[in-house]
C-alpha cells in the first residue's frame, strides 16, 4: 500500500469523523441549565409532531375543497350535491383550524 | 485505487453502523445532537459511496484489468460508451451502484424533510442505513467489486454482447433508482409505525418519493422492453422472464399505492391498505434485486450465479416479520375515519382498481415464485410460460384500463346518477364506434384485442372530455384564451390532471400490445440470395448477404458483423429495405484457437427494423458459419498461426467473410409484420411526461394563489385574519 493512499485514507476517514462528530460536540447557546437538551426536545416532540399532522391535515383538506369546486365547475357533481359537500369540507377545515389556533 | 475502494467500502459499512447507532440513541433520548449525527451518516454514506463508485468507473474506463470485475466485465475491444456500463453488469459493481444509488436517495429524502417528522426520521434513518449497511456488508464480505488480481491479464473477456445496446447503459440505473427510491416510503412507514405517528403528514412526505420510484420503475421496464425488442432476436417485448416480473410486481403494488393514498388524504380511509401497500413496495423492491442478483431463477437475465442468496432470504425474512407485527401492533391506530358515501364515487373507483392491481400483483408473483416453490417442494422445477399468466393478466388488465377511464369522469364522495350518465355518454358512444370499427375491420376474430380497443377509445375520450370540459371553465371563469386556460388549469392542478395524462399513456400503451399481439403475422425459415418469402402483406427478397470485419453497424465491438440485405415491398411496391445482421464477438478465450476465439462469443442479434406509426417490420438473421467450407478456414487458422500474431488470425477471419460473401450458404431468417408496435413506446413516453408532471412541484407563488380563496374564505367563517 502507497503512502498516499494511506494519507488519503487517513483524510476521508477524519473528514468523516469530524462531520459525523461536530453535531454531538456542538453546545446550543439557549442551552437552558440544569435541563439535557434532550429532555427540552423530547418535551416539544409530540406538540411539534400534532401541530405538524394538523397543517398536512390542513393543506389536504384545501385541496379537497379546490377539487371538489373543480368537479363541480366540470360537470360533475350537481349544485345540491356540491353545496352539501363543500358545507362538510369547510366544516371540517374550520375544525382543523380551531384545532391548530389552540395548538398555538 | 483499489485498495483506497476497499477502504471506502469498510468506511461505508462503519459508518452504516454508527448512523443506525447514532439515530437510534437520538430517538430514545431525544438528543438533537446525535439525530443530526445520525442523518449526517447518510450524508457521508453517500459520499464515501461515491468514491468508491467513481473508483470502479475509472478502473473500467481505464481499462485496469488488474480490477478482477474489470478483466471479467471489459475488454480493450469494448467500446468506450460500454465500457462505462460494464461497470453495473457485473455482480459485485450492480451491488455498488445499488448501496450508491440508495446513499443519494436517501439523502434527498432526509434533506427534503429536515426540518419535518422530527420523531419517525429518526427511525427512518436508521431503516435506510441498514439497507445500505446490508448492501456494504454483502460488498465487504460476499463480493467486493475491489478484488485485485497481480500481475495483471492482457485483456478481460468483455461485456456479455447482449449487453451492448443504449437501453442497457441505462436500464439498470433507471430500475435501480426505483427499487431504492421504494425503501423510501417503507423507511418512513416504518418509522410512523414505530413512533405511532400515523396521520397526515408521514403520508405526504413520502408521496413524491412512491411517485418517483413508480416513475423510474417504469421507465427501466420500458427501457427493458425496447432491449428484448431490438436484441434479443425473438421479436417481442415482453416474455414473462421473473425479472421483467420483478420489477413490474413493484410497479404494480406503486400504482395501487398512488391511487389508495388520496383517499387517505381525503377520507382517512385505508390506513392499514396504505402502510401495507408502502412495506409490499419495499420488500417487493428487495426480491426484485433478490431475484436478479441471487442466481436463483435461472433467466437471461440472471446472469451471475452467486452465493449471496442466503443473506438475501434472511433480509427479506426481516422485513415480512417486522412489517406484519408493526402493522398488527399499531391497528389501533390505523382505523378508517370514514366509510365509503357511494359506491358511485371516485374512491369506490379507486377501491377497484386497487383490488386488480394487487390482483394483478399476485398472478405475477404466484407464476414467478411458483417454479421456486414447487423446486423447493418437490425437488422438480415446474415453470409457468406466457399462456399461463395471459389467461390471468388479459382480463384483469381490460378492466383496469376501463377503470383507468372511469376514475377521471366519477366525483369524489359522491355522484348522481344524471350527472354520470351525462359524463359516461360520450365515452360509451366512443367505446362502441370503436367496436363497430373493429368489427368492420375484422377484428371480431381477436375479442381480446377488441375490447382493448373499445376501453382504450372510452379511457381517451374520458380524459379528453375532462380536459375540454376544466379548460371551457377556466374560460367561462376569466378572459383566458383556450390554450392558456388549458395550460393553468394544468398548472395548477398538476396531480389530477399528470395522473389523467398517465392514463391516456396507459390506455395508448395497451392498443399497442393488443394489436401487435393479436394481428401480426410472422415467419421463421430459411433463405438463400435471390429467394423471396410472404410475410402477411409483405413479401420479403434476399438481396445479397452482407459482412463487415470490424466495424459493426451497431458499434458494439462485434468482430465478425454477417448479415443480409433484404428488399420488402407490398402490392409491388417497395416498402423498405433491411439490413439485419449477427454479430460475432471476440471470447478472449484461447482455448478455442488464435482464430476461432475471435469469433468464439457469444453471438448477438442486431434486428432490421422499420418501424412506423401503424406498423412495425421486423427482421432477424441466423447466419450458417457452421459449413464445412467457412470451418475449414478457422480450423487450418488455429492449426498454423501463433497467438502472438493477431493481425494474421484477422486475416483469417476476413478470408473467411469474403468466402461467405462470394459463396452464401442459406441463412435461417425471422420475420414479423405487427401492427402499432410503436404505440407501445409512444405510450410509455405519454406515462412518463404525466408522471413528470404529477411529480414536480408547483411553483411557491402558483401553491399561494391556489390556496389563498379557500384560506380566506374559512378565516372569514373564522372572524380572524388568515394567510395561505
Redesign the interface.
Known amino acids: 500500500?502507497s503512502v498516499w493512499?494511506v494519507v488519503?485514507?487517513a483524510l476521508?476517514?477524519a473528514a468523516?469523523v469530524a462531520?459525523?462528530?461536530?453535531?454531538?460536540?456542538?453546545r446550543?447557546p439557549d442551552r437552558a441549565p440544569g435541563r439535557?437538551?434532550?429532555?427540552r426536545?423530547?418535551a416539544a416532540?409530540?406538540a411539534?409532531?400534532a401541530r405538524?399532522?394538523l397543517?398536512?391535515?390542513r393543506?389536504?383538506k384545501?385541496?379537497?375543497?379546490?377539487?371538489?369546486e373543480?368537479?363541480f365547475?366540470?360537470?360533475?357533481?350537481?349544485e345540491e350535491?356540491y353545496r352539501a359537500?363543500d358545507a362538510t369540507l369547510?366544516a371540517e377545515?374550520?375544525e382543523i383550524?380551531?384545532r391548530l389556533d389552540s395548538e398555538r | 485505487m483499489a485498495?483506497?475502494g476497499r477502504?471506502?467500502l469498510l468506511?461505508a459499512l462503519g459508518?452504516c453502523l454508527?448512523?443506525i447507532g447514532?439515530a437510534l440513541y437520538g430517538a430514545r433520548?431525544?438528543?438533537?445532537?446525535?439525530l443530526?449525527?445520525g442523518r449526517?451518516?447518510v450524508?457521508?454514506l453517500a459520499?464515501?459511496l461515491t468514491?468508491a463508485f467513481a473508483i470502479l468507473e475509472a478502473a473500467f474506463l481505464r481499462s485496469d484489468f488488474s480490477f478482477d470485475t474489470v478483466a471479467a466485465h471489459s475488454s480493450l475491444t469494448t467500446p468506450l460508451f460500454y465500457k462505462a456500463a460494464a461497470a453495473w453488469s457485473s455482480q459485485e459493481g450492480s451491488l455498488l451502484l445499488w448501496a450508491w444509488l440508495l446513499s443519494l436517495w436517501s439523502s434527498l429524502a432526509l434533506f427534503l424533510t429536515r426540518r419535518?417528522?422530527?420523531?419517525v426520521t429518526p427511525y427512518a434513518t436508521a431503516v435506510l442505513l441498514g439497507f445500505g449497511g446490508f448492501f456494504t456488508a454483502l460488498m465487504v464480505f460476499y463480493a467486493t467489486p475491489f478484488a485485485t488480481t497481480s500481475p495483471a491479464p492482457a485483456n478481460g473477456a468483455g461485456l456479455t454482447p447482449l449487453l451492448r445496446h443504449p437501453s442497457m447503459m441505462i436500464h439498470p440505473p433507471m430500475l435501480y433508482s426505483g427499487y431504492t427510491l421504494a425503501t423510501i416510503p417503507l423507511a418512513f412507514a416504518v418509522g410512523a409505525l414505530i413512533t405511532g405517528?400515523l396521520?397526515?403528514?408521514w403520508?405526504?412526505a413520502i408521496r413524491r418519493f412512491a411517485l418517483a420510484s413508480w416513475l423510474f420503475l417504469g421507465i427501466g421496464i420500458l427501457l427493458g422492453a425496447r432491449w428484448s425488442y431490438a436484441e434479443l432476436g425473438w421479436g417481442g417485448y415482453w416474455g414473462w422472464d421473473p425479472v421483467e416480473n420483478a420489477s413490474l410486481m413493484p410497479w404494480l403494488t406503486g400504482t395501487a399505492l398512488l391511487h389508495s393514498i388520496q383517499i387517505q388524504?381525503?377520507r382517512g380511509m385505508l390506513k392499514v391498505w396504505n402502510v401495507s401497500l408502502v412495506l409490499a413496495t419495499g420488500t417487493l423492491a428487495i426480491m426484485g434485486t433478490f431475484l436478479v442478483r441471487s442466481g436463483v431463477l435461472s433467466s437471461i437475465h440472471a446472469f451471475g450465479a452467486s452465493t449471496l442468496g442466503v443473506p438475501f432470504v434472511i433480509l427479506i425474512a426481516v422485513l415480512i416479520a417486522t412489517s406484519v407485527t408493526l402493522v398488527l401492533r399499531r391497528r389501533h391506530l390505523l382505523r378508517s375515519e370514514h366509510r365509503l358515501d357511494s359506491l358511485l364515487s371516485r374512491e369506490a373507483v379507486f377501491v377497484a382498481n386497487n383490488v386488480v392491481l394487487v390482483g394483478l400483483c399476485f398472478v405475477i408473483f404466484w407464476g414467478t415464485y411458483f417454479p421456486l416453490i414447487s423446486e423447493a417442494a418437490t425437488g422438480t422445477r415446474a415453470s409457468v410460460g406466457p399462456p399461463w399468466f395471459d389467461q390471468y393478466t388479459v382480463p384483469l388488465a381490460l378492466v383496469l384500463v376501463l377503470l383507468s377511464g372511469i376514475g377521471p369522469?366519477?366525483?369524489?364522495?359522491?355522484?348522481?346518477v344524471?350527472?354520470a350518465r351525462?359524463?359516461f355518454l360520450v365515452p360509451t358512444l366512443a367505446a362502441l364506434v370503436a367496436l363497430a370499427l373493429g368489427a368492420a375491420g375484422g377484428a371480431l376474430a381477436r375479442p381480446g384485442a377488441l375490447a382493448m380497443f373499445c376501453c382504450a377509445a372510452f379511457v381517451l375520450t374520458a380524459v379528453g372530455q375532462?380536459f375540454w370540459?376544466?379548460t371551457r371553465?377556466r374560460m367561462a371563469?376569466g378572459q383566458e384564451s383556450g390554450p392558456a386556460a388549458l395550460v393553468a388549469l394544468v398548472r395548477r392542478?398538476r396531480r389530477?390532471y399528470g395522473g389523467y395524462i398517465v392514463h391516456v399513456g396507459i390506455a395508448v400503451l395497451f392498443v399497442g400490445v393488443a394489436a401487435s399481439s393479436s394481428f401480426r403475422h410472422e415467419s421463421e425459415l430459411s433463405l438463400r440470395p435471390g429467394q423471396t418469402t410472404s410475410v402477411g402483406p409483405y413479401h420479403v427478397r434476399y438481396v445479397r448477404p452482407t459482412a463487415h470485419l470490424g466495424q459493426d453497424p451497431a458499434r458494439t465491438g462485434a468482430v465478425l458483423d454477417i448479415g443480409a440485405t433484404l428488399d420488402v415491398t407490398r402490392h409491388g411496391r417497395h416498402v423498405t429495405t433491411l439490413n439485419p445482421t449477427r454479430g460475432y464477438y471476440d471470447s478472449n478465450d484461447p482455448t478455442q484457437g488464435s482464430v476461432g476465439h475471435f469469433i468464439g462469443g457469444d453471438p448477438v442479434s442486431h434486428v432490421g427494423l422499420s418501424a412506423g406509426p401503424l406498423r412495425d417490420f421486423w427482421s432477424a438473421i441466423e447466419p450458417n458459419l457452421s459449413t464445412a467450407d467457412l470451418q475449414r478456414y478457422v480450423t487450418l487458422g488455429n492449426r498454423t498461426i501463433p497467438f502472438v500474431r493477431p493481425d494474421e488470425g484477422l486475416y483469417v477471419i476476413a478470408l473467411m467473410a469474403r468466402h461467405y460473401l462470394q459463396n452464401p450458404p442459406p441463412a435461417q431468417f425471422h420475420f414479423l409484420a405487427s401492427p402499432l408496435v410503436s404505440w407501445i413506446w409512444l405510450g410509455g413516453l405519454i406515462v412518463l411526461g404525466g408522471g413528470l408532471i404529477a411529480l414536480w412541484p408547483a411553483p411557491a407563488a402558483v401553491r399561494r394563489r391556489?390556496?389563498a380563496p379557500?384560506?380566506a374564505?374559512?378565516?372569514r367563517?373564522?372572524g380572524r385574519p388568515?394567510s395561505?
Open positions: 500500500m493512499v488519503v485514507i476521508i476517514l468523516v462531520v459525523l462528530a461536530a453535531p454531538v460536540r456542538a446550543r439535557a437538551t434532550g429532555e426536545d423530547r416532540g409530540p411539534w409532531a405538524a399532522d397543517e398536512a391535515a393543506g389536504a384545501y385541496r379537497e375543497i379546490r377539487e371538489a373543480l368537479d365547475r366540470v360537470g360533475k357533481l350537481s350535491d359537500i369547510r377545515a374550520v383550524l380551531r | 485498495t483506497l477502504a471506502s468506511l459508518i454508527y448512523g447514532a433520548t431525544g438528543q438533537q445532537g446525535w443530526e449525527s449526517r451518516a450524508y457521508a459520499g464515501v468514491l419535518r417528522l422530527r420523531e405517528r396521520d397526515a403528514e403520508l405526504g388524504e381525503k369522469v366519477v366525483a369524489w364522495r359522491r355522484a348522481t344524471a350527472h351525462r359524463n375532462e370540459r376544466g371553465a371563469m392542478n389530477r391556489v390556496r379557500v384560506a374564505g374559512l378565516a367563517g373564522l388568515e395561505a
